[in-house]
């Protein structure tokens, strides 16, 4: 007997799925970040309110989640996704994971000098933390410019990727300006919130909504949805961006706000998106991670809320510290972690069982990690969110005590079920 | 002379992993067809272009089928047109999903 599996003449290939070993290793440096991070978060949590923002400690802590953990876990669910999603290969495998070694090693030294306020130390591992960042971008857009699909999600993540050289760059120049006295000393806080929002409101929320258009339908298993939406999300996510770029850079406060109006009709118009893939799902039982991915889409659109009526009512930049955090929690965070949920039981299936498919009874995925269980989780998590964010607005101490540690419980169960997925006694062994 | 219909149920052995629903009531398996004796051609999709289980399922319905009696040889054909889509469900399925 022989089997012969192929393609049709001239098809499109659409398997091009790097090997299990490049994703992994990212992903799970990024679950283990967010573990050291919520046992950071839990030990800090008495510490935390917006005129703390500069303490080391705490921008030691940001980095943990935003660079070892975000970061980490992204930039293997990327490697894995752009496959799926614009049906090319990685270009160079080899170069990934060799980065991988780079970037844990850069960061690991890199938050350590944060900690501790090691100007040398930043300056070494963040030059290093640059350049496995620029050739972990550069990589994805030579990947994905070879695509023969056309459309949004291509820009979206292209700009992600080139938003996220620009916010990397940026803080190098912040690391000169600490070794160099004087040097932009009298452009420091622009800087700042530039490196914050080419981060932030570049990188992660270009990329969220991106693969959102590729990864809802995907579980959901939507179907006939229009996509005609999705390139005014893009127009108006960049002028929003450069709108804010202008305001900060040229102290212009109406600039400011044409960038929280744009910002808020660009969430608004990714929601109608999201809620035509929604509407068209043919898996009527909507699982708890992917609602969780729908309430972030929201989180987000009110952070830009949030951002305009401080800057138009209470006419101050001041605060911005906890609008910053509800974005990167809410948002992004809670985008992670929603198809985290998915991604990791999908792929250690693929890995553990493929083969016996079959052959011999499989498990399904939701048998590896049922997505009920993450129910709790992201409720305590959004709960300490809402906790700590009111709070922190009202000042009042004992409420954010208490809303960090529910967000650091939740975030810390999320990676120990993710770990266990894993299983670190197997995942070593596989390719 | 194989038993198409022996196939037929032999792939509905296969799961698409992430639903829980066999390929023949997802209405993947497009055209089952022996084109010479004892050589399956079996004509399939996905959900979706790029499914990351597109490999493990086209390799498990080409697996199953080879066990049916009579199947010397099979091939299987990834099609994306027609593209599928939810009509091609079967009741089962449909009711499964809540659909």
Request: hydrophobic fraction near 55%; aromatic fraction near 12%; charged fraction near 10%.
């Amino acid at each position: 007997m022989q089997t012969l599996a192929r393609t049709p003449a001239g098809g499109i290939t659409t398997s091009q799925s790097p090997p299990f070993s490049l994703p992994i290793r990212y992903m799970l440096l990024g679950m283990v970040g967010f573990l050291v991070f919520a046992v950071d978060l839990v030990i800090q949590s008495s510490g935390l309110n917006g005129h703390n923002t500069f303490l080391p400690s705490i921008v030691a802590l940001t980095h943990l989640l935003t660079l070892g953990s975000l970061l980490a876990f992204v930039m293997g669910a990327v490697y894995q996704l752009s496959t799926v999603a614009f049906l090319v290969p990685i270009k160079t495998v080899t170069v990934a994971k060799w980065n991988f070694w780079l970037y844990a090693i850069s960061i690991v030294g890199l938050i350590i000098s944060m900690m501790v306020w090691w100007v040398m130390g930043l300056m070494i591992f963040g030059t290093l933390a640059v350049i496995a960042i620029y050739l972990y971008s550069l990589i994805i857009i030579w990947s994905v410019m070879a695509t023969n699909l056309r459309g949004a999600m291509q820009w979206f993540v292209l700009s992600a990727h080139v938003y996220l050289i620009v916010a990397v760059s940026l803080a190098l120049l912040l690391i000169i300006s600490f070794m160099v006295p004087g040097f932009l000393a009298n452009v420091y806080q622009p800087l700042l919130l530039s490196h914050i929002i080419f981060a932030a409101g570049g990188f992660f929320t270009f990329l969220a909504m991106g693969f959102s258009f590729k990864l809802l339908p995907m579980f959901t298993l939507s179907h006939g949805f229009s996509t005609s939406r999705q390139k005014w999300t893009l127009i108006l996510l960049h002028i929003a961006l450069w709108a804010f770029i202008a305001g900060i850079w040229l102290n212009d406060r109406s600039a400011l706000w044409v960038a929280g109006i744009i910002g808020i009709a660009a969430f608004i118009n990714h929601l109608f998106d999201v809620r035509g893939i929604m509407k068209k799902r043919l898996r009527k039982n909507t699982e708890a991670p992917i609602y969780a991915v729908l309430i972030a889409a929201y989180s987000g659109g009110f952070a830009f809320l949030l951002l305009f009526v401080q800057l138009g009512v209470a006419l101050q930049i001041a605060g911005w510290q906890e609008i910053v955090t509800f974005y990167l929690m809410g948002w992004i965070t809670l985008t992670v972690m929603g198809f985290a949920y998915k991604i990791i039981p999908f792929l250690i299936w693929n890995e553990r069982f493929r083969k016996k498919i079959g052959k011999e009874k499989t498990p399904m995925i939701a048998d590896l990690l049922h997505p009920n269980r993450a129910k709790p989780v992201l409720i305590g998590f959004l709960a300490g969110l809402i906790l700590l964010t009111v709070c922190s607005l009202m000042e009042w101490i004992p409420g954010t005590v208490i809303g960090t540690l529910m967000i650091g419980a939740s975030i810390a169960v999320f990676a120990i079920q993710l770990l266990l997925v894993v299983n670190l006694k197997k995942v070593g062994k596989e390719r | 002379m194989i038993d198409l219909d022996e196939v037929r149920e032999k792939l509905k052995e296969v799961y698409d992993p992430e639903i829980g629903i066999n390929v023949v009531d997802l209405g993947l398996i497009y055209k089952l067809e022996e084109v010479e004796e004892g050589t399956l051609h079996i004509e399939m999709t996905m959900t979706t272009p790029g499914c990351p289980a597109h490999d493990n399922i086209s390799q498990a319905v080409e697996w199953t089928a080879s066990l049916a009696a009579g199947v010397g040889l099979v091939k299987v054909d990834v099609v994306w047109d027609p593209p599928w889509s939810p009509e091609k469900m079967s009741e089962a399925a449909r009711a499964q999903l809540h659909f």
